[in-house]
Antibody, heavy 119, light 107 residues
Framework: QVQLVQSGAEVKRPGASVKVSCKAS????????IQWVRQAPGQGLEWMGW????????NYAQKFQGRVTMTRDTSINTAYMELSSLRSDDTAVYYC????????????WGQGTLVTVSS | DIQMTQSPSSLSASIGDRVTITCRAN??????LAWYQQKPGKVPKLLIY???TLQSGVPSRFSGSGSGTDFALTISGLQPEDVATYYC?????????FGQGTRVEIK
């Protein structure tokens, strides 16, 4: 069965970086994209971007351009999302999701990773 | 960027009621529209894709409609387990914007 397992919760200082991992299993990793979505406490879902696991090609939301880097390691079927220059308003649960692109943007989701930014 | 506007932002309905949530895009997105359900403290779950196709395993009381700019998610016979926030997401071209969400409660 398809599973996406994310890394554990993180606490970071403002200005630091965080790297969240998303390990995929149960499907051919390089056949799909991985989408990253975040959700601040009590707020809605926010699309951050996606990475094509095959080529490593990326598409980032303009809001995160210059601060976010999405990568993948096909040898271990794992995608990564690194966010730099963290601010308090980056405190959120970060989700990865398997992304077939068409006909649906996200069919299987990771369990989420809470990133807390606090001094 | 195309904006996605959901309405209402919240609603309260009785068990068995028919509930409709709308999602409007300010430009056409063909049928590249998905609906998700997120129960409190849980991970979002795909309900509908391609505007009207029910994801496997999703109860048939959920249905989606629309194309172009106007879309709807309907729950035909609200159940207690449907208490959740529902989101639409466009995916015709980047950015794949979400609607702001609609919270559904039981009256």
């Amino acid at each position: 069965q398809v599973q996406l397992v994310q890394s554990g919760a993180e606490v970071k200082r403002p200005g630091a970086s965080v790297k969240v991992s998303c390990k995929a299993s149960g499907y051919t990793f390089t056949d799909f994209y991985i989408q990253w979505v975040r959700q601040a406490p009590g707020q809605g879902l926010e699309w951050m971007g996606w990475i094509y696991a095959n080529s490593g090609g990326t598409n980032y939301a303009q809001k995160f351009q210059g601060r976010v880097t999405m990568t993948r390691d096909t040898s271990i079927n794992t995608a990564y999302m690194e966010l730099s220059s963290l601010r308090s308003d980056d405190t959120a649960v970060y989700y990865c999701a398997r992304d077939p692109q068409d006909p649906t943007p996200a069919d299987y989701w990771g369990q989420g990773t809470l990133v807390t930014v606090s001094s | 960027d195309i904006q996605m506007t959901q309405s209402p932002s919240s609603l309260s309905a009785s068990i068995g009621d028919r509930v409709t949530i709308t999602c409007r895009a300010n430009q056409g997105i063909n049928n590249y529209l998905a609906w998700y359900q997120q129960k409190p403290g849980k991970v979002p779950k795909l309900l509908i894709y391609a505007a009207s196709t029910l994801q496997s395993g999703v109860p048939s009381r959920f249905s989606g409609s629309g194309s172009g700019t106007d879309f709807a998610l309907t729950i035909s016979g609200l159940q207690p387990e449907d208490v959740a926030t529902y989101y639409c997401q466009k995916h015709d071209s980047a950015p794949w914007t979400f609607g702001q969400g609609t919270r559904v409660e039981i009256k």
